[in-house]
């Protein structure tokens, strides 16, 4: 597995929040979802993104604008067109005086706006919760970023914004996956970029020795590495494996192997089937006690005291 395919592995949307918005100007949304991750795709027309505490930046016609974290944001035709509408947590959208806007701009399924042939037709997809796997991606994102038309261009897009408003068998899982690969293939142009701010574990993968190292982690998470396994599967000395990793990764080779093992079953343990032992084995170790004990360890609570915080 490479680096980005590990890196993209953690999107998984189950029962994301998917609308198609058709607007004529002046429009302007204030988005306070709270959202861990959101995707909103320019499919007609132009705007600007103007987030919290920041310069407003445009976006065309075919442009992806990716949003992490909690931080409120305001998308409009024009910078200085004032809020209209609100867009809580929950998905709840409403006036500024709190009056709800669901039925009134309803235009059909999954659809809202002005008319359907409005100026400006937006699509919009949010992740309600991000895997534990997921939070190197998040963390590997700036705030908001905005992937210009032609570099992330997909040919999911226009797919999507045909089954959005769409009510089949099915629909909702299809438009999970179809939101995945909308971000996975904006996501690889946005770090394919020279200027794009990749994380120094990322970067650590062109490395001979310290990527190598890295795959054989992701690959088999549950083998017991030790610096001495890895440092003979990488053709150096403990000490020249452990100086290189650290000084690439920003932390011992043990540490990110503990990190990732504790990050899969984070979100393993979300499965409905899954049991501390079960998960155990799969990551690496012994028994469900001594996952238990590194999880405490490292993160302060137990695998359910976890889920139960999530």
């Known amino acids: 597995m490479d680096a980005l395919a590990n890196l993209l592995d953690g999107p998984r949307a189950r029962g994301a929040f998917l609308m198609k918005v058709v607007l004529d100007p002046p429009w302007s949304i204030h988005v306070r979802d709270e959202a861990p991750l959101a995707l909103v795709t320019m499919a007609r027309g132009s705007g600007w993104v103007i987030p919290d505490g920041d310069e407003p930046v445009k976006v065309n016609t075919g442009d992806v604008v990716v949003a992490r974290g909690t931080t409120p944001y305001i998308v409009a035709n024009d910078p200085a067109t004032p809020p209209q509408v609100v867009i809580h947590p929950g998905d709840r959208c409403t006036t500024l005086r709190g009056e709800p806007l669901e039925e009134k701009l309803g235009l059909g399924v999954r659809t809202w706006g002005d008319k359907l042939d409005g100026d400006t037709m937006m699509l919009i997809g949010t992740y309600h919760m991000s895997g534990e796997v997921s939070r190197r991606l998040l963390d590997a994102l700036p705030p908001m970023l905005v992937v210009p038309s032609g570099t992330g261009e997909s040919p999911i897009i226009p797919v999507l914004a045909d089954e959005i408003a769409k009510d089949e068998p099915a629909q909702a899982v299809v438009l999970d996956r179809l939101l995945d690969l909308v971000l996975i293939t904006v996501l690889r142009a946005w770090f394919a970029r020279e200027d794009a701010e990749t994380p120094p574990w990322y970067r650590a993968h062109g490395d001979p ?10 690959n088999d998470p549950a083998h017991p590495w030790t610096v001495a396994s890895l440092a003979d599967a990488t053709g150096v000395s403990r000490a020249t494996l452990a100086r290189r990793f650290t000084e690439l990764v920003g932390e011992s080779p043990m540490a990110f192997l503990t990190d990732w093992r504790l990050a899969l079953a984070a979100d393993l343990l979300r499965e409905p089937a899954a049991t ?4 155990a084995r799969k990551v690496g170790y012994g028994s469900g006690f001594a996952l238990s004990a590194a999880f405490k360890r490292v993160r302060g609570v137990s695998p359910r005291e976890h889920l139960a915080r999530h």
């Open 209 to 218: 020795v310290v990527g190598a190292a890295l795959r054989m982690i992701y």
């Open 276 to 279: 501390v032992g079960s998960v």
